[in-house]
């Protein structure tokens, strides 16, 4: 038995959505968050001080991206290399300076 190939007929256009009540919610949506953009300092004002800062910690990622926790580990040998010396050193001369600054002793 012989197998031919056919051309491919019908079918979903690449890129093409079909799904038209998914983009007319889409629209909706997009008008209804233009709009409260327009009005949200208003609104924000209007709220008492405790949901007021309740609303903006809840926007704030949004506009400001979240820091990541940073986490190293150090493995210090009996003789810890000649460059964690330079390290400490610094870090114990730059609080020193700081103390200074400061007016502490």
Known sequence: MEITKRNKTGG?????????????????LKDVIQN???TIGETLQKLDPEKRLDAVIKLLPYVVP??????SEIE???NPPEILHIIVDGVEMNLSTE???????
């Open 36 to 38: 409260e953009f327009n």
């Open 12 to 28: 979903r256009v690449k890129g093409v959505s079909i799904n038209k009540v998914t983009k007319e919610l889409k629209e909706i």
């Open 76 to 78: 210090i040998k009996e």
């Open 66 to 71: 979240k820091l990541q926790n940073i986490q």
């Open 99 to 105: 103390k200074l600054k400061n007016g502490k002793s």
